[in-house]
């Protein structure tokens, strides 16, 4: 990115921790919650900082980093903790999920919390099965981790793999999250799903592939889909003008508006 992204604000909800663009949120802006993947901070999210002129952006971070406490490797006890720190919000959002977060995303979407509007379902999908390995190349660091992270799709420049690295969590918290992954499982809850829902993915992911995004679209009635040509399991920094434009189209639809936080 040209522009260097804007300094957010560290913040806490509840039990868990959040960068966001302002504080308190504006209420004349839509407001995004992203939700990062396993492995990762609210870091991640960096490419879509970008987005903090159109919108309140809130970057969750998930149990056992930075200062949240860890609990149990299940991503709907994630979940949990993620519903307690966003009620406090007061106000409807948008959430958007990678990989794991996706998951998380697809728990809150099925509890229809009513300060939800709609979720972005990104480079995710009903289940998520890891392999053992990924614990193995895990444990190694975030160097190692990220150089065979990377090649799960076309692949990262070496400056941006790098400032990936900065992004990762403690090694236990990353296996952790693998655990709560793989044991994962949505398939018999989508049908459940009542909000607006966009489906995103790269038609090079080899880690969620495309399949993984149209069984979510079938399966969540009234979801739409976007394939985005040329990028991997890594979207959100492999095409972040791309990945941007789509949630802003996509969010602008539902304005954030005051909501009781006793909801």
Same mark, same amino acid.
């Given at each position: 990115?040209?522009?260097? %992204? %804007?300094?957010?604000?560290?913040?806490?909800?509840?039990?868990?921790?959040?960068?966001?663009?302002?504080?308190?949120?504006?209420?004349?802006?839509?407001?995004? $919650?992203?939700?990062?993947?396993?492995? =990762?901070?609210?870091?991640?999210?960096?490419?879509?900082?970008?987005?903090?002129?159109?919108?309140?952006?809130?970057?969750?971070?998930?149990?056992?980093?930075?200062?949240?406490?860890?609990?149990?490797?299940?991503?709907?006890?994630?979940?949990?903790?993620?519903?307690?720190?966003?009620?406090?919000?007061?106000?409807?959002?948008?959430?958007?999920?990678?990989?794991?977060?996706?998951?998380?995303?697809?728990?809150?979407?099925?509890?229809?919390?009513?300060?939800?509007?709609?979720?972005?379902?990104?480079?995710?999908?009903?289940?998520?099965?890891?392999?053992?390995?990924?614990?193995?190349?895990?444990?190694?660091?975030?160097?190692?981790?990220?150089? $065979? =992270?990377?090649?799960?799709?076309?692949?990262?420049?070496?400056?941006? $793999?790098?400032?990936?690295?900065?992004?990762?969590?403690?090694?236990?918290?990353?296996?952790?999250?693998?655990?709560?992954?793989?044991?994962?499982?949505?398939?018999?809850?989508?049908?459940?799903?009542?909000?607006?829902?966009?489906?995103?993915?790269?038609?090079?992911?080899?880690?969620?592939?495309?399949?993984?995004?149209? =069984?979510?679209?079938?399966?969540?009635?009234?979801?739409?889909?976007?394939?985005?040509?040329?990028?991997?399991?890594?979207?959100?920094?492999?095409? %972040?003008?791309? =990945?941007?434009?789509?949630?802003?189209?996509?969010?602008?639809?539902?304005?954030?508006? %005051?909501?009781?936080?006793?909801?």
């Amino acid at each position: 990115m040209n522009v260097p %992204p %804007p300094e957010l604000i560290n913040i806490t909800l509840d039990t868990l921790t959040a960068q966001v663009s302002e504080w308190p949120l504006s209420r004349h802006k839509p407001t995004l $919650v992203f939700i990062h993947g396993a492995g =990762f901070h609210g870091g991640f999210w960096q490419p879509q900082y970008p987005l903090a002129a159109q919108f309140n952006l809130v970057c969750l971070n998930l149990p056992g980093r930075r200062t949240a406490q860890p609990c149990e490797a299940d991503l709907h006890v994630y979940a949990d903790r993620a519903e307690a720190a966003l009620a406090q919000l007061g106000q409807s959002v948008v959430v958007i999920g990678h990989s794991m977060g996706g998951a998380v995303a697809q728990i809150l979407l099925r509890r229809q919390p009513s300060w939800l509007a709609a979720g972005v379902l990104a480079c995710t999908g009903a289940r998520l099965k890891v392999a053992p390995v990924v614990n193995q190349l895990f444990a190694q660091g975030g160097a190692v981790f990220m150089q $065979v =992270f990377s090649q799960s799709g076309p692949g990262l420049s070496m400056q941006q $793999v790098a400032a990936l690295s900065q992004q990762m969590a403690k090694t236990q918290t990353g296996i952790s999250d693998f655990m709560a992954c793989n044991r994962f499982d949505m398939m018999a809850e989508l049908a459940h799903i009542k909000r607006p829902c966009l489906v995103v993915c790269g038609d090079k992911d080899l880690l969620t592939p495309e399949k993984y995004s149209q =069984f979510l679209h079938q399966h969540i009635s009234g979801s739409q889909i976007a394939l985005v040509q040329g990028a991997g399991h890594l979207l959100p920094w492999e095409s %972040p003008q791309t =990945f941007n434009q789509l949630i802003s189209e996509f969010a602008h639809r539902y304005e954030s508006h %005051p909501v009781s936080t006793s909801d």
